[in-house]
């Protein structure tokens, strides 16, 4: 592990001020390809706000349109109150740091974080000043001599947060700024953005396709698909609560059980559900989201409280500190249980072959809208 990773961004104080952003009406289009369309989200003042979804979902395309780098076929963006829509990328004043770095290799240190203040005429006082500082924000104080090319990944993306926030952006724009590190130093620079982000304050935009980083460091997700967003939300709230199968299923491990809207409520087979959840009742399928560790192995006077499918162990698999037991229902689909080894005794695990009750409890249970 690198070792300079273990260190936090320092408490050196940067006050930065923030501005709301608010989308409306994006659509970008390449040829048959729609990259964006009619795209409404607004961000708060100082919110910390992933776009997440899978590669080509229109993450990247959605960043630039902020940036200035795209220009949309219609729609608007504003700062505070301020359209942007027409202005170029460098006077709309919004730090950016991507997956690449976008380093100078050649230059120093110093010459690469020195270079938005200098494109902004700042004098050269000043500009030793604020470097400085900001080298001390992301503890590479003592580096400002050093080549680019002398440093480690995760001094070089520390340098490039260092240049994207040198000249106190309200808004940092990051697509996929940590996917080239390894998983250890991805994680701990996880860590570091957002304790950077709760001291600074300022609008951030992350952009990424990984579901846990998105968990882990954001305010709010607006989840992408096919240039839409599917659903915005807190991060608990889209992992308990998401409307469609695709955010389901991109929030975590799920299957799917087939479900009948009827007037008295959702059906499973002649089986009514216990649950509260609501679905798009113009929806042309609607799904019970099945997730590994919400499901539980039963034992009959139990079920008050459950919806429960009777069904036989295939597998049982061991993953270190949980097991995934394979449960092939009675009425044929597979569905996952996830059981702790730390909390369960593992006497009581079922083995492959005997005939178990797999239960739901009706608060965790949720319907969605299918395709
Ligand atoms: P993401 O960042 O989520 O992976 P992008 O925003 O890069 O997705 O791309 C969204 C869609 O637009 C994709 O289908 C991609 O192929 C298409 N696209 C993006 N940029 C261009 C371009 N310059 N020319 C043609 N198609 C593009
Ligand atoms: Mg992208």
Same mark, same amino acid.
Do not use: C, W
């Given at each position: 592990m690198h070792t300079e990773a273990s260190k936090c961004v320092t408490s050196t104080k940067i006050h930065t001020s923030s501005l709301p952003i608010t989308i409306s009406g994006l659509t970008k289009t390449y040829g048959i390809v729609?990259?964006? #369309?009619?795209v409404e989200l607004r961000i708060k003042s100082g919110e910390f706000m992933t776009l997440l979804g899978? !590669? %080509? !979902?229109g993450k990247t395309t959605l960043l630039m349109a902020l940036a200035g780098f795209i220009r949309p076929d219609r729609g608007s963006v504003k700062f505070g109150d301020e359209? =942007? *829509?027409?202005?170029?990328p460098h006077l709309r004043g919004v730090g950016m740091m991507f997956q690449n770095y976008a380093?100078?290799?050649?230059?120093t240190v110093e010459a690469n974080i020195a270079y938005p203040l200098k494109i902004r005429g700042e004098d050269r006082n000043t500009v030793k000043e604020k470097v400085g500082q900001v080298l001390e924000t992301v503890q590479?104080? %003592?580096? %400002? #001599? /050093?080549? *680019? #090319?002398?440093? !480690?990944g995760g001094q070089r993306q520390r340098i490039a947060l260092a240049r994207a926030i040198v000249f106190k952006p309200k808004i940092l724009l990051m697509d996929e700024?940590? #996917?080239?590190?390894d998983k250890n130093l991805r994680e701990l620079m996880q860590l570091e953005l957002r304790t950077m982000h709760e001291r600074l304050g300022m609008t951030t935009v992350l952009v990424t396709h990984d579901q846990r980083e998105a968990l882990t460091m954001s305010d709010r997700i607006a989840v992408l698909r096919n240039g839409k967003i599917a659903q915005v939300d807190t991060s608990e709230a889209l992992y =308990?609560?998401? $409307?469609?199968e695709f955010v389901a299923a991109f929030m975590g491990e799920s299957s799917f059980l087939t479900v009948e809207p009827k007037e008295s409520g959702y059906f499973f087979r002649d089986q009514k559900l216990m649950t509260d959840s609501v679905a798009?009742? =113009?929806?042309s399928r609607h799904l019970l989201v099945l997730r590994p560790e919400q499901l539980e192995f039963i $034992? %009959?006077?139990? /079920?008050?409280h459950y919806n429960c499918f009777e069904g036989t162990v295939e597998r049982i698999l061991f993953q270190g500190e949980s097991c995934l037991g394979h449960v092939r229902l009675a009425s044929g689909e597979l569905v996952q249980v996830r059981r702790n080894l730390r909390e369960s005794?593992?006497?009581t695990l079922p083995k492959v072959g005997d005939q178990v009750i797999v239960g739901l409890h009706r608060n965790e249970t949720r319907i969605v809208t299918g395709e």
């Open positions: 729609s990259a964006l #369309s009619d899978p !590669s %080509g !979902s359209e =942007v *829509i027409m202005k170029a380093l100078f290799p050649h230059m590479l104080a %003592g580096y %400002g #001599s /050093r080549r *680019i #090319s002398e440093l !480690s700024p940590l #996917s080239a590190l =308990v609560a998401p $409307q469609s798009e009742p =113009v929806a $034992q %009959g006077t139990e /079920r008050a005794n593992k006497s």
